[in-house]
């Protein structure tokens, strides 16, 4: 059973900090490109962040573009992603997302953790 299992979200205020988790389980982490989407009320859903399966590459859509961190722990099969001086354009449900190397056409999706940035 293939899972993605996103936590860490919840309410900062405008210039503050979070730090995101996925946790994975069903699959060969080590395997698998690790991405963070997200997707705000009424809008389509959005590249964050990149890593590659190695973790020897990342790469950032240009809003969190030096605000935001993607990293990831092959060991304990976890991606994070660390953002800093949010906005509150970057209030939005994150996703984290799982592309194996070998058949990028494959997917997966956990349920998304919310990301209010608010004062």
């Known amino acids: 059973q293939v899972q993605l299992v996103e936590s860490g979200g919840g309410l900062v205020q405008p210039g503050g900090s979070l730090r995101l988790s996925c946790a994975a389980s069903?699959?060969?982490?080590?395997?698998?490109?690790m991405s963070w989407y997200r997707q705000a009320p009424g809008k389509e859903r959005e590249l964050v962040a990149t890593i590659t399966s190695t973790g020897g590459s990342a790469n950032y859509a240009d809003p969190g573009k030096g605000r935001f961190t993607i990293s990831r722990d092959n060991a304990k099969k976890t991606v994070y992603l660390q953002m800093n001086r949010l906005k509150p354009e970057d209030t939005a449900v994150y996703y984290c997302?799982?592309?194996?190397?070998?058949?990028?056409?494959?997917?997966?999706w956990g349920q998304g953790t919310q990301v209010t940035v608010s004062s």
């Open positions: 997302s799982a592309r194996n190397g070998f058949k990028p056409s494959i997917q997966y």
């Open positions: 069903g699959f060969t982490f080590s395997a698998f490109a």
